[in-house]
């Protein structure tokens, strides 16, 4: 069974960073490409950050410059540095398999950010 497990979420001042982690179990998560996304209310579900299995990684132009994706194979954790937070970015948080691999697996609980103007 696929587990996905995130943490890190928190309320934080805008200008400020927060340190997402996700912890995997169930795959064998050193061969599948990883991604972050985040939900408002109202919202679909955005794909904000992607990483490759060799580690080359990729970001929605909105998180360009400020969010950095990483990847800790040995411990199958998928991690998110969001640094220069803004309230736009005040979201659900949650890690999965990068869509261009052609699989998803069922949801965690996510992390909320929560960015205070």
């Known amino acids: 069974q696929v587990q996905l497990v995130e943490s890190g979420g928190g309320l934080v001042q805008a200008g400020g960073s927060l340190r997402l982690s996700c912890v995997v179990s169930?795959?064998?998560?050193?061969?599948?490409?990883m991604g972050w996304f985040r939900q408002t209310p109202g919202r679909p579900r955005e794909l904000v950050a992607t990483?490759?299995?060799?580690?080359?990684?990729n970001y929605v132009d909105s998180v360009k410059g400020r969010f950095a994706i990483s990847r800790d194979n040995a411990k199958n954790t998928l991690s998110l540095q969001m640094n220069s937070l803004k309230p736009e970015d005040t979201a659900v948080y949650y890690c999965?398999?990068?869509?261009?691999?052609?699989?998803?697996?069922?949801w965690g609980q996510g992390t909320q950010v929560t960015v205070s103007s």
């Open positions: 169930g795959i064998v998560f050193r061969a599948y490409p």
């Open positions: 999965n398999v990068d869509p261009m691999a052609g699989v998803r697996y069922s």
């Open positions: 990483i490759t299995s060799g580690g080359t990684t």
